[in-house]
């Protein structure tokens, strides 16, 4: 499996992304809004785009369908239930769904509702597992749920999925937010050491290069993922102290979403 990252250099600071068979040069597009970019990169690299997937219905990651399709041909592929709000669906997707790309690429498809209701992420099965997770999961940080989500559906998804996930699973998220996810961290929680330095090195690498995180770095650095710490329920209950000193896991994460869309 070959993954390009593309990076679009526009306001809301989408990545798009083609996965290609090395062995037949058929590729998919995930959510290819800045059509020329991913085209263009298609045409360079010698490869075919047959398929296009969108992970969700917002118009930054359903804006360039239209381009795409009609100059390759693709078929497009999306959540099942999102047949009324993008148009020209050709494969409706459901959980545990396979993706096949060319003669070795395989993707299964995880329904994550949260940050829409018809929202999906694609888990690689490759030597290195990858997670091309759109909006619902982003480096040092989690979607959310103004337009059409759900904060407790997100946390479902990611109790109930993402946890789940192996350490060495890549991360591919749909936008980078990266340094201001990880300032977010460190504002619940001041002594992650690794979150610090992690942002030093963000902020020190251009978005087009951006080095892709893992499961097992986002536990180190992801608020959402560390819904037991002491430093973080202890600045929680500062802030709501109601809060008891031993939350449910599912309080925490709904008031650091709700602390989020804010901040």
């Not at 219905?57 to 009324?84: C, M, Q, S």
């Not at 993706?99 to 690689?124: F, Y």
């Not at 060495?168 to 937010?177: A, K, L």
Request: aromatic content about 8%.
């Amino acid at each position: 499996m070959i993954v390009e990252q593309i990076w679009t250099a526009n306001n809301y600071r989408n990545f798009n992304y083609l996965i290609a068979c090395p062995e037949t040069g058929e590729a998919l597009a995930i959510d290819p809004l800045d059509h020329e970019k991913c085209l263009a990169a298609a045409k360079t690299r010698g490869w075919t785009v047959t398929q296009v997937l969108n992970t969700h219905e917002h118009g930054d990651h359903i804006g360039g369908n239209h381009f795409v399709i009609a100059a390759t041909g693709a078929k497009l592929l999306a959540h099942a239930a999102a047949k009324d709000s993008i148009p020209g669906i050709d494969r409706g997707l459901k959980a545990g769904d396979a993706i096949r790309v060319g003669r070795t690429v395989e993707l299964q498809v995880l329904d994550t509702p949260g940050h829409t209701m018809s929202h999906v992420c694609l888990l690689a099965h490759a030597n290195r597992p990858g997670l091309f997770c759109g909006d619902t999961l982003f480096n040092a940080g989690a979607g959310n749920c103004h337009n059409g989500g759900h904060p407790k559906e997100l946390y479902r998804t990611f109790a109930g999925q993402l946890y789940a996930l192996s350490d060495d699973t890549v991360i591919y998220p749909g936008h980078d937010y990266i340094e201001n996810n990880l300032r977010f961290t460190l504002d619940r929680e001041p002594d992650n050491a690794h979150a610090a330095a992690m942002l030093k090195t963000a902020a020190a690498e251009p978005p087009e290069r951006r080095t892709p995180t893992t499961i097992g770095v986002e536990r180190k650095i992801n608020t959402f993922f560390r819904l037991d710490n002491p430093s973080v329920i202890r600045r929680l209950r500062e802030v709501f102290p109601n809060l008891p000193e031993k939350p449910m896991p599912e309080e925490v994460f709904l008031l650091l979403r709700r602390m989020r869309n804010d901040w």
